[in-house]
């Protein structure tokens, strides 16, 4: 809706911050909306982009968003906070405070056709002047008992299975993340598809045990 948005002389709010455990969907939402908006998706790390020789990161920010300014695109910045946190953490804080003012005239400055998406585990360390900057604040948290159940029945569909498994997952998994049941589930799949038989609840507990999710505890 550019248009009516131009019509109104409203700006277009095309800055998202997500922020919620690992695994809970983060780096799928930006995927999402790249594919419905029809762009190219480009996933940056940001802990990537700190580089040990002085003013070469804040040099790396602003590439990295003129880039963005001039090939439409879904410019991802996973861990986030690996540079919007460190003004206050890092030993180098005068460096990074430079950083951290060379990403907030980045973020003003940020126009054109392109969305940015930033993702972080932790908001609470995120600098408060970066955080005013997003126009979309999202939050991603662990499923619960009714969103893991809807989504180990998406994940378990017409595969054969012991009776009352899907129940058994659920109360199995519970305090993982979304990542994390799709992998024990698949890997489960794996075992059955190797073994040729049904889906059972061993099955589920080997590749629990094997995969040893990082349980959050409720």
């Known amino acids: 809706m550019k248009e009516k948005f131009r019509e109104h002389d409203v700006s277009i709010p095309n800055k998202m911050v997500m922020f919620g455990p690992p695994g809970t969907g983060k ?11 029809e762009l190219p998706l480009v996933l940056v790390r940001l802990d990537a982009l700190i580089q040990s020789h002085l003013g070469e ?8 968003f003129e880039y963005a300014r001039l090939n439409p695109c879904v410019l991802f910045l996973d861990e986030f906070d ?17 950083v951290v003012n060379t990403l907030l005239q980045c973020l003003d400055e940020f126009e054109g056709d392109s969305i940015l998406v930033a993702a972080t585990n932790l ?8 955080w005013r900057r ?15 159940r809807l989504y180990i029945s998406k994940l378990v569909g017409t595969f054969e299975q012991e009776n009352s498994l899907e129940d058994y997952i659920c109360e199995r998994l519970a305090g993982c993340s979304y990542a994390d049941v799709e992998q024990i ?28 999710p990082r349980v959050l505890q409720g």
């Not at 780096?27 to 908006?37: E, I, K, V």
């Not at 460190?86 to 405070?97: G, L, P």
Request: hydrophobic share 35%; glycine share 2%; charged share 35%.
């Open 27 to 37: 780096t799928l939402t930006a995927s999402y909306l790249a594919q419905r908006l």
């Open 57 to 64: 990161t804040g040099s790396n920010v602003r590439k990295l």
């Open 82 to 98: 690996a540079i919007g946190r460190t003004r206050e953490s890092n030993d180098e804080v005068k460096e990074m405070a430079r």
């Open 123 to 130: 908001e609470t360390q995120l600098d408060h002047a970066i």
């Open 134 to 148: 997003f126009d979309t604040k999202m939050t991603y948290s662990m499923p619960d008992e009714d969103s893991r």
């Open 185 to 212: 589930v698949l890997k489960a799949k794996r075992k059955a598809i190797i073994r040729s038989t049904p889906l059972q609840k061993q099955l589920i507990a080997d590749a629990y045990d094997e995969y040893r």
